[in-house]
């Protein structure tokens, strides 16, 4: 017994369960992680760490399954490969235990080394003048309602009480071609994006970037950040920015100072940024907009194509709707009851997303399409049964396997996605914006192309 359970052990540490994704997840990497941050007097046991890995990620590919659940799913290939030596299918405790013993190290590094920028300047809708084109956005997750986690990460309360549960803020930085996450981090419910969470995300952006943000991440330290890091802003601006005005383009853009302190602070020696500000509406929606830009050349970035490119900011609205509504399955929180579990899970979570948008452009780039073309739900549909069917195969058997489901994963296609806008109203009253009616829905569908609805308007008390 003590040499089949040796063997189990060294069965489990050289087959990779996840070979379905070796492309994008290589089993090479996953063991240097893990020879990396193995614990101190680690020993031979039922759940090694690329098992334990494997299951933290696979937990968002079959959600809504019981842990060793999930783990029994991925051992059925070996269980029926090698059926005299059956890989033990360790315990609910055991995995508890696994999980507590290893922390949240592995699963970091195995992030941020494996989940790097895919795209190239032959993928469609990658690059806008000339640059790299990615977006930073921030979300709440619910958590398990535990005295753990509500003490990490806290609870908002509000006029009617304490909200159900705990939260977590969630920080992601996104390629936009791909809509590949690429950069995470995840800070108690009530941080600032300002306070400091945003500003250690966008130090690993890279010359040649363009970076998309809302309202919400405007502000002078991390524009200047950005141009710090070599690369470039298309950003939002809040009603209440002030900006000091040089001149109006001939494209109805304005360059101006944008300063590092409101004006009533300003000396000749406050720093600034030389910045364009694009104004404009769209059709049926009186609100005016405007758009920050540290790209200055009006040949090179007109301004309509501006603002076209700022709409690809909603790329990253669809992936979190990708991680809460198709991974996750997400009516409820995260099921985790301690905070270094509550990690595990995200960045788990993560990598099976990234494994997935690597899949599908893959796919695309076979056919020749867009990857915004292939289906989300149909890659994860297809993909997850292959999990457990992989180490029944021969290298020559997963090839082909792989091949099969590339081209099986661009019929059908989606049809192309539009630039979208929404007004911001919703269903109740108790809100400081507009009620939503059903003649607000039935105004914004019989609207020309997006771009047609655009009208570069010129700022406030200058003319053209």
């Not at 050289?14 to 994008?24: F, N, Q």
């Not at 046991?45 to 659940?69: C, D, H, Q, Y």
């Not at 690059?127 to 003490?151: K, Y």
Request: overall charge positive; aromatic content about 6%; proline content about 9%.
């Amino acid at each position: 017994m003590a040499f089949i359970a040796q063997h189990d052990t060294h069965l489990l540490q050289t087959t990779p369960l996840l070979a379905i994704l070796d492309p994008v997840l290589p089993h090479a990497t996953v063991q240097g992680i893990v020879a990396r941050y193995a614990p101190p007097g680690a020993r031979c046991r039922k759940l090694p760490g690329e098992v334990g890995l494997a299951l933290l990620i696979a937990l968002s590919l079959v959600p809504m399954t019981a842990a060793e659940s999930v783990l029994a799913f991925l051992l059925t290939g070996l269980r029926l490969r090698w059926p005299s030596l059956q890989p033990r299918v360790a315990s609910k405790s055991g995995i508890s235990r696994a999980r507590r013993r290893w922390g949240t190290r592995p699963i970091i590094a195995l992030f941020r080394t494996v989940c790097q920028p895919l795209a190239t300047p032959q993928d469609p809708g990658a690059f806008r003048f000339g640059l790299h084109v990615m977006a930073i956005d921030s979300t709440l997750e619910d958590l398990a309602d535990t005295p753990a986690n509500e003490q990490a990460f806290g609870r908002h309360h509000g006029s009617h009480g304490a909200a159900a549960f705990p939260a977590m803020l969630g920080i992601y930085l996104l390629e936009c071609g791909t809509r590949a996450i690429w950069g995470a981090g995840f800070w108690p419910c009530h941080t600032s994006v300002h306070a400091g969470p945003a500003q250690r995300l966008l130090r690993a952006l890279r010359p040649g970037m363009l970076l998309l943000w809302d309202a919400g991440f405007h502000s002078y330290p991390l524009s200047a950040l950005v141009r710090e890091r070599g690369a470039h802003l298309l950003g939002r601006v809040p009603a209440g920015q002030t900006f000091v005005p040089e001149r109006l383009l001939p494209d109805g853009s304005l360059l101006a100072r944008f300063s590092a302190a409101p004006p009533s602070r300003r000396t000749a020696a406050t720093p600034f940024l030389l910045v364009r500000v694009v104004t404009y509406t769209l059709v049926g929606a009186p609100k005016v907009y405007r758009l920050l830009t540290t790209l200055l050349d009006p040949a090179q970035a007109p301004a309509l194509e501006l603002i076209l490119a700022y709409h690809e900011r909603w790329e990253i609205e669809t992936v979190i709707d990708e991680l809460d509504t198709h991974l996750r399955l997400a009516p409820g929180p995260f099921r985790s009851p301690t905070p270094r579990g509550v990690l595990q899970e995200a960045y788990g979570l993560l990598l099976a997303h990234y494994a997935v948008r690597a899949t599908m452009l893959a796919a695309a780039r076979q056919a020749g399409c867009d990857p915004d073309r292939v289906s989300f739900v149909h890659t994860v549909r297809l993909l997850v049964p292959l999990l457990a069917l992989a180490p029944l195969l021969t290298a020559a058997g997963l090839a082909q396997a792989l091949s099969l489901l590339l081209a099986d994963l661009v019929r059908p296609l989606l049809p192309a996605p539009a630039h979208r806008s929404n007004p911001r109203v919703v269903r109740r009253n108790r809100s400081k914006h507009r009620v939503r009616s059903t003649r607000t829905a039935a105004a914004r569908t019989n609207l020309p192309p997006f771009r047609e609805q655009i009208a570069i308007t010129c700022p406030s008390g200058l003319s053209p």
